[in-house]
């Protein structure tokens, strides 16, 4: 009981105040059990407006950014969908609630075996998790998805990842550098044409492997 009035506190002071308003997105915050995905030593933050780490210096998505991430893409049933960065696997379970085909690529074998253990047990298991680096060649595949989504930032915009949009598919990613990185939602409007909508200003960790801007000392 205490969980389910912490998860109802979670949805309705963090995530609603952060206009994630949609009634699926909202069910399906309520739905997955976050508590689950997060590591034994950081229980106490399992609900909290914060990105909880996890091994090798990553993170968990705070739950009001899940939810912004949810509410943008609108994954219905049957889509396919690519993950970059399963990490804990929560935002990965919310995709495949929400009725996606999901396949997930994580860097770290630990984590995305970790991930993998979890989603089975709690009847995520359809999603697939591998491990790999999403930035080797070739990683991606030839495979065209409905929706592609970033958990960690690119520094500078790369293009590999819209283009393995089918025509229609929409693309999660926050693109730039801190203070402010603009999240946006980029959708595949023809066979070479993109039209890329920026949604809210934030700040995740670059995914390991995107490029970053050279720094000049002098």
């Given amino acids: 009981m205490l ?10 002071q963090q995530v609603r105040a952060w206009d994630v308003l949609d009634p699926r997105t909202l069910e399906v915050l309520g739905k997955v059990p976050r508590e689950q995905f997060v590591p034994a030593a ?15 210096g990553e993170r968990m998505l705070a739950p009001k ?7 943008a893409l609108q994954v219905t049933g049957g889509e396919s969908v690519l993950e970059i960065g399963t990490g804990s696997g929560f935002l990965t ?3 495949a609630l929400q009725g996606g085909a999901v396949r997930s690529l994580e860097l770290h074998a630990d984590l995305a075996s970790a991930a993998r253990t979890r989603l089975a047990a709690l009847g995520f298991g359809r999603a697939e998790v591998a491990a790999a680096d999403a930035f080797a060649a070739g990683a991606l595949g030839s495979a ?4 592609v989504v970033l958990t960690g930032s690119l520094p500078i915009y790369d293009p590999r990842f819209e283009q393995r949009l089918a025509v229609g598919g929409r693309l999660f990613a926050v693109v730039g550098e801190g203070p402010a990185m603009d999240a946006r939602l980029v959708r595949r409007t023809g066979e070479q044409e993109w039209l890329a909508e920026s949604l809210f ?3 995740l960790p670059p ?3 995107a490029a970053r801007h050279e720094r000049f000392a002098f």
């Fill in 42 to 56: 950081f229980q106490d933050l399992a609900f909290a407006d914060a990105a909880i780490p996890l091994p090798h």
């Fill in 93 to 95: 379970a919310c995709l």
């Fill in 201 to 203: 200003e934030t700040v």
């Fill in 207 to 209: 995914l390991h492997g």
């Fill in 3 to 12: 969980n389910e009035a912490a998860r109802d506190q979670m949805i309705h």
């Fill in 144 to 147: 065209s998805y409905d929706v």
């Fill in 65 to 71: 950014i899940a939810g912004r991430i949810l509410q």
